[in-house]
T-cell receptor
Framework: GDSVTQMEGPVTLSEEAFLTINCTYTATGYPSLFWYVQYPGEGLQLLLKATKADDKGSNKGFEATYRKETTSFHLEKGSVQVSDSAVYFCALSDLGGNTPLVFGKGTRLSVIA | KAGVTQTPRYLIKTRGQQVTLSCSPISGHRSVSWYQQTPGQGLQFLFEYFSETQRNKGNFPGRFSGRQFSNSRSEMNVSTLELGDSALYLC???????????????FGPGTRLTVL
């Protein structure tokens, strides 16, 4: 079945550091890929998405590129802020964006001033 | 446009009781999906409703059920609660266009259920 593997956390960074959270996937079809973020005590917010190979999703300084050849969708940000502290989830949706999302286990990011 | 709303935000129940959670999707969205989030199992798909019909179902026991109304609002019910049902239950809505890769699920804030 479909699956998503993302790097284990927690990740602790100083403010203005470079962030990479690795995500790889296994899918039977041609999935859409997503990054969601969860702030403490809240639900999931869509951070960015990509629906086909070589697409780059971007939002709030975060970027991720859909790499079909390496089945990866790594999340990057050039300069993190304390307000980026949250749990980040990589997810895929096979056969179209409204089919069930398959999530990675999440990576907790803490940014210290 | 208002986001996905879920009520109640917090619930405390005892084992053996039943509970009903409610979700109102984004206006115009016809698909509602439910997910369970626990520290041990992470985020797991429960079921999806589209136009009042269950379209997809995850691997959960029959104690977990749901329904969708004609206005796309959805409820999920858990009967005979067990301690392991303690979790954050998240609802997500989307347009529901079948096979559309650009469709996206938007999540509500969740209902935190504690079973004592």
């Amino acid at each position: 079945g479909d699956s998503v593997t993302q790097m284990e956390g927690p990740v602790t960074l100083s403010e203005e550091a470079f962030l990479t959270i690795n995500c790889t996937y296994t899918a039977t079809g041609y999935p859409s890929l997503f990054w969601y973020v969860q702030y403490p005590g809240e639900g999931l917010q869509l951070l960015l998405k990509a629906t086909k190979a070589d697409d780059k999703g971007s939002n709030k300084g975060f970027e991720a590129t859909y790499r079909k050849e390496t089945t990866s969708f790594h999340l990057e940000k050039g300069s993190v802020q304390v307000s980026d502290s949250a749990v980040y989830f990589c997810a895929l949706s096979d056969l179209g964006g409204n089919t069930p999302l398959v999530f990675g286990k999440g990576t907790r990011l803490s940014v210290i001033a | 446009k208002a986001g996905v709303t879920q009520t109640p935000r917090y619930l405390i129940k005892t084992r053996g009781q039943q509970v009903t959670l409610s979700c109102s999707p984004i206006s115009g969205h016809r698909s509602v999906s439910w997910y369970q989030q626990t520290p041990g199992q992470g985020l797991q798909f429960l079921f999806e409703y589209f136009s009042e019909t269950q379209r997809n179902k995850g691997n959960f026991p029959g104690r977990f059920s749901g329904r969708q109304f004609s206005n796309s609002r959805s409820e999920m019910n858990v009967s005979t609660l067990e301690l392991g049902d303690s979790a954050l239950y998240l609802c997500a809505s989307s347009l529901g266009t079948s096979g559309a890769p650009t469709d996206t699920q938007y999540f509500g804030p969740g209902t935190r259920l504690t079973v004592l």
